[in-house]
């Protein structure tokens, strides 16, 4: 099976049980898609069909696009979308890597928010051309920025005083949609509509302003939040994530702890099954704990369930049993991701 988990660090250690303690393992799981596309869609090449022409769209109107003054702009947002979703695809284990060569554009003069479909010869050429399994294509891209600052009262210690919060939003309308190779037909169409929020409240307006982005990194970090939600909707993708670990109690714990932090997980699974043999029910019931994580780590559910409903039979508490919560869910996760990534047997 695949491994759905990856290491990351270790943080500090916090009191746990009377003569035991633990730490928090920082770590990313492997999430399935939403609606995935994977695994027909290995090889894939991205269209961004709404490059402006600078010739015939040097400025554009405020009521068309809001936020962008230039073509320029606008197609610098545009870009910055497709080359985002090449990065983060590139992190998915259901997608080949993409290059600058599966990365496409089309000039346009015309932008509309729901245009034809990509004739079927285009996206069948475009494929047998790049041997690619199918087109992932941005077709419309809005945003409308809006910002303001308004003054407040608020209590001070005993006494009221004014302040001023500003509050910037940015509404984001995006069509996505995604063809195959074998007829050139759709596959997957996709329309976003979402607002981006940011606040920030002090006693002064110049600091108010000064403490919320600029416009060109409002439109970037929308150009960003577009690309990851169609990214995590068609294709496997990782998040970070955190398990709690016992660390501290005697001094195999201790020493083994120093192997997880150095990814030897083999090392500290030999001296995890060594305290099994004690008569400290607490000791042994970490050591059942800490080898369900390391099962989990291995990508095998089943047995890190069989560590975990072991460990919370010797000495029951909340943190075990959430965590036989959490592998359940992962376990049925690892299922859904098999599937995504064509491992079913």
């Known amino acids: ?30 999430e399935p898609a939403s609606y995935p596309l994977t695994p027909t869609l290995e090889r894939a090449v991205l269209l961004n069909r709404i490059i402006l022409d600078y010739e015939k769209n040097h400025e554009i109107p405020d009521t068309i696009f809001p936020g962008y003054d230039t073509a320029e702009t606008f197609n610098l947002a545009t870009t910055e979308i497709l080359f985002s979703l090449s990065d983060i695809l590139n992190e998915s284990p259901g997608i080949d890597y993409l290059d600058e060569s599966k990365l496409l554009e089309i000039k346009t003069d015309d932008i ?27 077709e419309s891209y809005y945003v ?26 940015l509404k984001i309308y ?23 929020k940011w606040s920030h409240a ?40 955190y398990r709690y670990y016992y660390s501290r109690g005697n001094y195999n714990l201790r020493v083994a702890s120093d192997f997880i932090v150095n990814h030897e997980l083999d090392s500290a699974e030999i001296i995890y099954k060594d305290l099994l043999t004690g008569r400290n029910n607490i000791i042994v019931a970490a050591a059942c704990f800490n080898l369900a994580l ?10 890190a369930l069989v560590w975990a409903r072991k460990s919370y039979q010797i000495k029951g508490n909340r943190v075990t049993l959430d965590y036989i919560a959490i592998l359940e869910e992962r376990h049925l996760k690892s299922m859904e991701l098999d599937k995504q990534l064509g491992l079913e047997n």
């Open 1 to 30: 099976m695949l491994r759905y988990s990856k290491l990351i660090l270790i943080l500090g250690p916090f009191l746990f049980a009377s003569c035991v303690s633990m730490s928090t393992l920082k770590m990313q799981v492997l």
């Open 112 to 138: 509309s928010f729901m245009p034809d479909l990509l004739e079927p010869d285009l996206v069948m050429f475009i494929c047998d051309s790049l041997k690619a399994d199918g087109v992932i294509s941005l």
């Open 202 to 241: 002090a006693y002064t307006i110049s600091e108010v302003r000064n403490n919320l982005p600029s416009i060109d990194e409002i439109l970037f970090e929308g150009a960003y939040f577009t690309a990851l939600t169609y990214a995590r909707r068609i294709a496997p993708y990782w998040l970070e994530d």
């Open 144 to 169: 409308e920025s809006v910002g303001l600052i308004t003054e407040k009262q608020g209590v001070n210690g005993v006494s009221l005083q004014n302040y001023f919060k500003g509050d910037t939003r």
């Open 174 to 196: 995006a069509l996505w949609r995604t063809y195959r190779k074998d007829d050139g037909g759709l596959v997957d169409e996709y329309l976003l509509r979402d607002t981006l």
């Open 294 to 303: 390391i099962y989990e780590l291995r990508g095998n559910f089943r047995q």
